[in-house]
């Protein structure tokens, strides 16, 4: 495998998930930076992520509000490779994925993860997730 970063944007009607994602020549992935923004501050997001690493392609889930992401990055960055995927079970994952950032606390560790939704907005970690089965895929 060779070195790939990338920035997945979960987008949405009111707000969105980002994330910068890097891929090692061994094949680890590592996140290098994550946020969940307002959809109307995309293309401030976008400069953001720029500041944090240089990506090759931006992944974008292919549910709610894609187009309008779509036409976002474009104009903003005009030259920059996009590529549409679909968004199954990504939400449920997300919510793994945050515990496992967020180790629960209390009464929290009683329960299953599974059936806890979690207090903040998962979206950054469905960008995550999104970036995750792009960069295993090769």
């Not at 400069?47 to 240089?54: G, S």
């Not at 931006?58 to 779509?70: F, L, N, Q």
């Not at 079970?89 to 994925?97: G, H, I, V, Y």
């Amino acid at each position: 495998m060779h070195e790939k970063t990338v920035l997945a944007i979960d987008p949405g009607t009111s707000k969105c998930g980002m994330a910068v994602v890097a891929r090692d020549a061994q094949g680890g992935i590592s996140l290098l930076w994550r946020q969940v923004r307002a959809t109307e501050e995309l293309a401030v997001g976008l400069d953001e992520a720029k500041e944090v690493a240089t990506y090759s392609l931006v992944i974008v889930g292919a549910g709610t509000h894609s187009r309008e992401t779509v036409h976002v990055i474009r104009e903003h960055n005009p030259s920059t490779a996009i590529l549409i995927v679909d968004e199954k079970n990504t939400t449920l994952e997300a919510r793994e994925k945050y515990w496992e950032y967020h180790p629960r606390k209390g009464w929290r560790r009683l329960l299953p993860a599974t059936m806890q939704v979690p207090p903040d907005p998962v979206d950054d970690f469905v960008a995550l997730i999104l970036a995750e089965r792009v960069l295993h895929e090769g």
